[in-house]
């Protein structure tokens, strides 16, 4: 028995943050160890993983999908699960201590969510969660002593900057934004961009529904819901600002002037490994900064004419309750639609903005209510591109 390992349930394991967290454990030595593994469709990587990663369990979320490849290879001590209501149950297991939440979108939430219930360290990327239910997770959270250790690298970047001071200390936060593929498009521009333009990010390498969300810049509006909660911030303590490069991860300002940053090449390898590693640093396989090449570092105040999700996501923020579920879903809907071809570019925020305007805000829903609304949400998208 290795006192030091740390056994991680991988949910999302064939995702972009899945397959990169795969690599940071694989380089680990024996610090850390897969012992969940789980996917929604792509069935064949999830074998392929199982077989190199050897996990107790592995979890094909779609039963249709499970049925696909022929799982007699596995090893005999790993267990084939299937089923959403499986991952709910593997994250209890008395092996799991941490739960790296890598689901994309609402999807993500329940996972999340059985897994603070059983007390277990949650490294979370599915910010869904918090946009969604932020104080309902945080207030479970601090009942069941279990932390929080973000995985978003803004967040991870703030987690890191907010040791260097006292929190009665603190001025603002100031979240990074790389501006996205259409920083510089005017709004005729942005009208007529396709999805692979909005695909192709500059800077990071992502799955397509946050990489769609950096296009239109809500992936930073879903942050400053994300910090808000994850920090207990006011809303008027966050900021953002344009940083081309994504060198910069975000940044705190203190009350005396000071701003604290951090900085990294963009590798989602990095805060995955900080939050699976907590409270320890230790040598990893992420990109490092090469200090013998000229570094330009650019910031540019961020424009919320252009990028009107911005505004939405501090208005979310402002208003708590069931506004950042019913934004949430509205915009996974909206992405979904644009991907399909069936709506322009520039209709997914102006979509959310009216089924925001649409629903009944209650200021403390329960989970239920909230999970209900989502769907409401996804319906309402629905009619709102009908007409
Ligand atoms: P992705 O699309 O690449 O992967 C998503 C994963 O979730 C896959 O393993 C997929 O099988 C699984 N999944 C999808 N739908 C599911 C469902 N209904 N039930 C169960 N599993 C399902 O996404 P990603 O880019 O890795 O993003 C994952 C999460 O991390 C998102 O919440 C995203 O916002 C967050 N995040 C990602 C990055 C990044 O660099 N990719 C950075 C910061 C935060
Ligand atoms: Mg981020």
Redesign the pocket.
Known sequence: MNPQLTNVAV????????R?ALEVIAASGNRLQATVL?????VELLLEQALRYRPRFVVA??PAAAGKVDWSALPKDCTLLTG?AA?AEVVRHAEVDVVL?????S??LA?TWAAIEAGKTIAL????TLVMAGPLATTLAKERGVAILP???EHSAIFQALQAGRRSELRRIILTASGGPFRNYTPEQLAAVTVADALAHPT????????I?SATMM?KA?EIIEARWLFDLKPDEISVVVHPQSIVHSMVEWVDGSVIAQLSPPD?KLPIQYALTYPERVPGPAARMDWSQTQRLEFFPADFQRFPALELGLEAARAGGTTGAVLNAANEAAVAQFLAGEIPFTDIVPACRAVLAQHNFEPQPTLERLIALDAWARQEISTWICH
């Open positions: 949910l999302g394991s064939t995702g972009s943050i899945g990169n789980s996917a929604y469709s792509n979320v779609d959403s991952l939440t890598a689901i994309v979108g999807a993500g996972g990327a599915n910010k869904e995985v978003d690298s990071w390498n992502m799955g397509r529904k946050i990489t969300d992936n879903l989602m």
